[in-house]
C-alpha cells in the first residue's frame, strides 16, 4: 500500500517536468517557423504553459492555491484585458487581430492564459527571497510586468495586437505607449496582492524546482531570442535589465548557499 501510495506521488510530480519540456520545445520551434504555423505555436505554448502553471498549483499546494491562480490571473487577467480593450485603460487604446484564436469581447482567450502561465513561477520565485512579504508581493510583480517588455514588443511585430497611439514610446521599441508597461505593473501588483492573499503560499518546497526552471528559463530564452533570433535587440537589452532585477537576485540565492546562523525560513518537504 505505502509503495502504491509513493508511486502515485512520484507519478503525480513528474506531470509539472513533462509539461515543462514540451513547452521548452515549443518555443525552440517558434522562431524556426513563421505565419500560420508560427501563431499555432504562440497558441499552443500559452496553453502548455498555462497547464503546466495551474497543474503546479495543484499538486503542490491544493486546490485553493490553485483556485486562486484562475481567480486572480485568470479571471482578473481576462477582466482588465475586456476593459482595456473597450475603454483604452490602464494600458492605451489597442486592438487585437484575428490570429490568436476566438476572441470574448474583443479579448483573445489565451491572453488571461498567458498571465496565469507566468504569474505562478513569478509568485514562487519571489518566495525565495529573504524579505517581507509585501516586498515580495513587489518583486513578483515587478518581474511579472517586465516580462512584458518581451511579449508586448514580439507580439507586436508579429502583428497579433496594435497601438492606435502608440507614443510616447522606450527608445528602440516603437509601437507600444510606455503607459502600457506602467498599467501592467499596477495590474500585476494587484494579481499578487489577491494572490498572496488567497492562495496562503507563502514558503518555498522543493518541488517548486520546475517553475523556478521556467522562470529562469523564459528569462534568458528571451533575452536569446530577441537579440539573435526575433530582431528585436532593443527589447532584449530593455527586458534583459529589467526583468532581470527580478531574476537574477533568486538565481543568486539559490546558487550562493546561505551564511552559516542566517536566519533562514524553513523550507517544508
Known sequence: ????????????????WALLGVLV??????????GGTRAAFTVATVVIGYLLSV????????????????GA??????AVE???????FPFGTYVYSGQLGPKLLGVPLIIPLAWTWMAWPAWLAAQRLPIARWARVGVAAFGLAAWDLFLDPQ??????????SPTPALPGVPGIP??????????????????????????????????????FWTYASSVLAHAVFLSLPASAAWGG????????????????????GADLRRVRP
Open 73 to 78: 490571473a485568470t479571471l482578473g487577467g481576462f
Open 82 to 88: 475586456a476593459i482595456g480593450v473597450a475603454t483604452g
Open 1 to 16: 500500500m505505502l509503495q502504491s501510495v509513493l508511486g502515485r506521488r512520484a507519478g503525480r510530480s513528474d506531470w509539472p
Open 241 to 260: 535589465v529589467l526583468m532581470g532585477a527580478a531574476v537574477l537576485p533568486v538565481a543568486i540565492r539559490l546558487l550562493i548557499p546561505a551564511r552559516p
Open 178 to 215: 510606455v503607459g502600457n508597461y506602467l498599467g501592467w505593473l499596477g495590474f500585476a501588483v494587484v494579481l499578487m496582492t489577491a494572490l498572496s492573499h488567497f492562495s496562503r503560499v507563502h514558503e518555498p518546497r522543493p518541488g517548486d524546482a520546475p517553475m523556478l526552471g521556467l522562470w
Open 155 to 164: 507580439m507586436v511585430a508579429e502583428g497579433y495586437w496594435r497601438w492606435l
Open 55 to 70: 497543474t503546479h498549483a495543484l499538486l503542490s499546494r491544493g486546490p485553493r492555491a490553485a483556485l486562486a491562480l484562475v
Open 25 to 34: 520545445l515549443a518555443q525552440i520551434c517558434y522562431p524556426l517557423t513563421s
